[in-house]
């Protein structure tokens, strides 16, 4: 009996045979599961059409609330007025009626300096002028009756004038002996002391006037506009006083450097125990409008990159908003541009797009994920 491998070896055809039998049974299968192949990807097809889930998002209603709008701005704190008082003649000091730190009145006596002669200067010099009064009373009778030349008469005449000049000069001599405080304030420098010598324009006393007092500030040229005489302002100084204060000067030009320009705030100070050189934050109060006040975590920015708030309209669908800041405080922002009423996505406003249907969940009554 010849073996089946004797018999391949004597006819190989018949090898060949078995093997293309097997691809065009393999191939038949292949053709006839096809159909049920093609079912799987319809399904599947069927499955990707469906709609994707809706987002959910948190959402709080919000109502505007009047807000004036400000602009904080640091200065410092300046005397109103400060005068550096010098001696109008000279002579020795010869006493000090104030002591530096004093607070005083408008002419108030300060400083006393050595009189010298002058008093019997002055003496002296009315004296002249009561005979020059009479050599001109003398000369106006005589001329009147054609006994005097109008020469004489004249010189009489200069004469009286130039002795009243000297009795007003040797007054005002006098009088510039004693230093007079030219305005209420406070002492603040005392050049002198008892015994000095002092020439004509020599310094003696640095006064300042601290009621009201000045806070000196820059606003800058956007908002210079703005900025108006009278104008209210809140005032807090870097020792933790309080006050309101009124703006009472407005640079019209500005600063070529920093293109600013200057403005001042008075406070009242009648005690004047605030003092000049304290900085000073100051908050201008500009306008009153309608703002909502959001944390900073709810702004958002569309795809231009404009900020604003991402709201829900009354089909569920979200809408963005643009909005401006009013005013900026610690625990939040004021924002205008609002509808009176709004409701604003507080949660996942960053995973919806302007346009997008979404489910809204109010604040504090159901949770992201839909447990009570």
Not at 172 to 191: H, R, S, V
Not at 265 to 294: F, H, Q, R, W
Not at 297 to 312: I, P
């Amino acid at each position: 009996m010849i073996s089946l491998k004797e018999l391949l070896r004597r006819k190989p055809w018949i090898l060949s045979t078995f093997i293309l039998l097997g691809i065009a049974i393999w191939l038949f299968s292949g053709h006839q599961s096809a159909p049920s192949d093609s079912s799987e990807p319809q399904g599947q097809q069927t499955k990707a059409s469906s709609p994707p889930p809706l987002a959910k998002v948190v959402i709080e209603q919000f109502t505007v609330q009047p807000v004036t709008r400000t602009l904080s701005l640091y200065g410092r704190t300046a005397p109103n007025r400060k005068a550096t008082l010098g001696a109008e003649v000279s002579g020795k000091v010869e006493s000090l009626l104030v002591r530096k730190g004093q607070h005083v009145k408008a002419g108030q006596g300060l400083v006393q300096l050595d009189k010298a002669d002058r008093e019997l200067q002055l003496a002296r010099t009315k004296a002249l002028l009561k005979v020059r009064t009479q050599e001109f009373n003398a000369a106006k009778s005589l001329k009147s009756r054609g006994l005097q030349g109008e020469v004489a008469f004249s010189q009489a005449e200069a004469n009286l004038i130039e002795a009243k000049a000297q009795v007003k000069s040797l007054e005002l001599t006098l009088a510039n002996t004693e230093i007079y405080a030219p305005f209420d304030g406070i002492i603040e420098l005392l050049y002198i002391e008892k015994g000095d010598f002092l020439g004509v324009g020599d310094p003696i006393i640095s006064i300042v006037d601290l009621d009201p007092l000045v806070i000196s500030a820059d606003v800058s040229e956007r908002h210079i506009d703005k900025i108006y005489k009278e104008q209210q302002a809140e005032v807090s100084l870097v020792t933790g006083f309080a006050t309101t204060g009124t703006l009472s000067f407005r640079g019209a030009v500005a600063n070529e450097a920093t293109n600013t320009y200057p403005i001042e705030v008075e406070i009242s100070n009648p005690d004047m125990t605030l003092t000049a050189g304290t900085s000073a934050n100051l908050e201008l109060l500009l306008a009153t409008e309608p703002a909502i006040k959001i944390t900073p975590s709810m702004l958002a920015l569309d795809e231009a990159g404009n900020l604003g708030v991402k709201t829900l309209t009354s089909e569920d669908k979200v809408h963005f908003v643009p909005i401006s800041i009013v005013k900026v405080e610690p625990d939040g922002v004021w924002l205008s541009g609002t509808e009176p009423t709004v409701e604003i996505i507080t949660t996942g406003q960053g995973f919806v797009r302007d346009g997008d249907t979404v489910i809204p969940v109010r604040r504090n009554s159901v949770d992201l994920d839909g447990s009570e």
